[in-house]
């Protein structure tokens, strides 16, 4: 945008999942403490798709327009709660685009079954400026001028380095167990007898943000495996949150992450079950060669990978 404070409304849920029990959603630090940390000049609102409809009964069309006629953003930034009925619809998004707002669509997935059709539909009505994706897919069948590929940014307040004597966690696992990939490389770990704290995440094990953080900062050895949920391998969000916290990444092998890292410079890649057991093995055992790649994988994420330059590329590509 050509002002340097620009307004911005972001529209996203309140709660992960739209569920008051499983806490806060991560755009509260993926997004909302992230872009004002980068841009602390920008005035910037939040209305919430889950919360307004639990508290007024009503859909967020019935109020969206409203909002934005009152507060008169420069750009309204959504992140959509999946095919959920929340989402707004055509009449929220043809009132936004008439007004003269700058659109921004946040998508961490971009799959078949999600993310690739609505891109499409809002490319075709008009309501898109930009799409961000988050993971790497590169999976469109068509190529968009408005769509970008970048990653999940980062709160360093949450996720940053701790001393090597602070890091009291072998090996770790934070996230969802529910994939068939991570059940079986975890139950072979287990069963080898390899020691690894696995933590269920927000949803399973109802894991804070400021607590999920806490345990990788103290892990030497962070795992991430890249399946998504109709198989294609992307580059997890999990990613960025153990390089920025100087913890050695092991990632199985793929394609997704190779777009911004270089395996066994940045970050350590394995190709099966066994040999993830080994290399854990080893890398604990020679922490000279642990820290030295996790050094470099710190060094590229807060060179290139962090959250200003996330912010900074999307207000250029809307300028």
Not at 31 to 57: G, M, Q, R, W
Not at 58 to 75: A, Y
Not at 112 to 125: L, M, V
Not at 143 to 152: D, P
Request: proline share 4%; charged share 25%.
């Amino acid at each position: 945008m050509e002002k340097s404070n620009p307004k911005v409304l972001f529209v996203t849920e309140k709660w992960c999942d739209a569920d008051p029990n499983k806490g806060l959603t991560n755009n509260y630090h993926n997004l909302f403490k992230t872009f004002s940390n980068t841009l602390p000049e920008a005035e910037f609102s939040i209305i919430h798709l889950d919360e307004y409809s639990a508290v007024k009964k009503k859909h967020i069309d019935g109020f969206l327009p409203t909002l934005v006629d009152r507060v008169n953003p420069d750009i309204v930034i959504f992140s959509l709660l999946g095919k959920s009925h929340l989402n707004p619809t055509d009449s929220s998004y043809e009132h936004i685009k008439a007004k003269g707002c700058k659109t921004v669509f946040m998508w961490p997935d971009v799959f078949d079954g999600w993310g690739i059709p609505q891109i499409e539909e809002f490319n075709d009505k008009g309501f898109a400026d930009l799409h961000v994706c988050w993971g790497a897919e590169k999976n469109l069948n068509s190529q968009y001028e408005n769509l970008i590929w970048l990653w999940a940014p980062q709160d360093e307040t949450l996720y940053y380095p701790m001393d090597e004597d602070s890091r009291s966690v072998g090996a770790s696992f934070l996230g969802s167990p529910r994939y068939a990939e991570r059940q079986r490389y975890l139950t072979h770990l287990l069963t080898s007898g390899i020691e690894v704290h696995i933590g269920g995440g927000q949803r399973e094990e109802g894991l804070s943000a400021s607590r999920y953080a806490e345990i990788m900062r103290h892990s030497k050895i962070s795992l991430n495996f890249p399946e998504g949920p109709e198989g294609y391998d992307q580059c997890k969000g999990r990613v960025w949150e153990i390089l920025a916290t100087k913890s050695l990444l092991l990632e199985r092998k793929n394609n997704a992450i190779k777009n911004f890292l270089t395996p066994n410079v940045h970050y350590v890649e394995f190709e099966n079950e066994q040999d993830l057991v080994e290399k854990i093995q080893y890398y604990l055992d020679n922490e000279k060669e642990r820290s030295y790649i996790a050094q470099k994988g710190y060094d590229i994420y807060k060179e290139k990978y962090n959250a200003t330059t996330f912010w900074n590329t999307i207000m250029e590509k809307l300028s």
